[in-house]
């Protein structure tokens, strides 16, 4: 019997967990509980770390999962990897639904980086309007960067003060291109940091970038051990043994 765990937090896990409750799949979904009120999910649900790869592979184990599925974040490093381990520990079959992630595309100027320190020290010395369009707990490095305006964007508005003075918009995506171009427009936006997500959710602040001429300092991926990797829903249906009537 498949009893599946959907490791959880992104639209392309939410699409999963939809599948899955239309296949009547035994599944058990995980969030990690960065945001205040997560989307319902049509399965199971449980919230919250579950105490690094020791911690996996008890749940695993207590839990009778025959199946994990890492459909986190690509940005999500640490549960990916202890996902890899948990499930190397315990014999079980692990799949990640990840997109890849974007190419440039001609006329976007982007300048490459591995992380998000390179990110900050990627940032011009003369006074910028910057869109920080990453995650809360990574905007630390930037206060070495205290000539800049920033706008910051959240889904939770912040519960503790920030470490440097920031336009906040509170909102939850995904964004479309004229909302984004708007945004920019107004606030008068002259750089963006991204982080490369990849996927349609978070495309729409590439795209108004590249129309608006505005550099965007985009940083690669986390580097992730070997695991097999695939772009769909239905790829995942497939793994399992089972049809979907998705086209994703
Ligand atoms: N949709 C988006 O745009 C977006 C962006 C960023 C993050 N996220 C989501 O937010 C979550 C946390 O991201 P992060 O960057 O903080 O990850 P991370 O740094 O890789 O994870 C840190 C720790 O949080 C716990 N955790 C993370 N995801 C979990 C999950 N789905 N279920 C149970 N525990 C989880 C694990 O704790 P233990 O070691 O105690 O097990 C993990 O070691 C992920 O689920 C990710 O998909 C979504």
């Given at each position: 019997?498949?009893?599946?765990?959907?490791?959880?937090?992104?639209?392309?896990?939410?699409?999963?967990?939809?599948?899955?409750?239309?296949?009547?799949?035994?599944?058990?979904?995980?969030?990690?509980?960065?945001?205040?009120?997560?989307?319902?999910?049509?399965?199971?649900?449980?919230?919250?770390?579950?105490?690094?790869?020791?911690?996996?592979?008890?749940?695993?184990?207590?839990?009778?999962?025959?199946?994990?599925?890492?459909?986190?974040?690509?940005?999500?490093?640490?549960?990916?990897?202890?996902?890899?381990?948990?499930?190397?520990?315990?014999?079980?079959?692990?799949?990640?639904?990840?997109?890849?992630?974007?190419?440039?595309?001609?006329?976007?100027?982007?300048?490459?980086?591995?992380?998000?320190?390179?990110?900050a020290a990627a940032l011009p010395e003369a006074p910028a309007i910057v869109f920080l369009?990453?995650?809360?707990?990574h905007i630390a490095p930037f206060v070495a960067k205290p000539q800049h305006t920033y706008?910051?964007?959240?889904?939770?508005?912040?519960?503790?003060?920030?470490p440097f003075p920031a336009d906040v918009i509170v909102s939850r995506g995904p964004f479309?291109?004229?909302?984004?171009?708007?945004?920019?427009?107004?606030?008068?936006?002259?750089?963006?940091?991204?982080?490369?997500?990849?996927?349609?959710?978070?495309?729409?602040?590439?795209?108004?970038?590249?129309?608006?001429?505005?550099?965007?300092?985009?940083?690669?991926?986390?580097?992730?051990?070997?695991?097999?990797?695939?772009?769909?829903?239905?790829?995942?249906?497939?793994?399992?043994?089972?049809?979907?009537?998705?086209?994703?």
């Amino acid at each position: 019997m498949t009893r599946a765990l959907i490791l959880g937090g992104t639209a392309d896990a939410s699409l999963l967990a939809a599948e899955f409750a239309r296949a009547g799949l035994d599944a058990v979904y995980s969030y990690g509980g960065r945001t205040r009120a997560p989307a319902d999910q049509p399965l199971p649900t449980r919230i919250g770390g579950f105490g690094g790869v020791s911690g996996l592979a008890d749940y695993i184990g207590c839990e009778g999962i025959t199946h994990v599925i890492d459909a986190t974040h690509p940005f999500a490093a640490e549960m990916s990897r202890n996902a890899v381990e948990a499930c190397a520990e315990t014999g079980t079959p692990l799949i990640a639904l990840e997109r890849a992630p974007w190419a440039a595309a001609p006329g976007d100027n982007w300048i490459e980086v591995a992380d998000v320190n390179a990110a900050a020290a990627a940032l011009p010395e003369a006074p910028a309007i910057v869109f920080l369009a990453i995650g809360r707990q990574h905007i630390a490095p930037f206060v070495a960067k205290p000539q800049h305006t920033y706008t910051l964007r959240f889904v939770d508005p912040p519960e503790t003060p920030l470490p440097f003075p920031a336009d906040v918009i509170v909102s939850r995506g995904p964004f479309t291109l004229d909302g984004e171009l708007e945004m920019m427009r107004t606030r008068g936006i002259t750089w963006i940091v991204a982080r490369n997500s990849g996927g349609d959710g978070a495309r729409a602040k590439v795209d108004a970038a590249r129309m608006l001429g505005l550099p965007v300092i985009m940083i690669s991926r986390p580097r992730l051990p070997e695991r097999l990797r695939v772009e769909s829903v239905a790829e995942i249906m497939q793994w399992l043994g089972h049809r979907t009537c998705l086209g994703a």
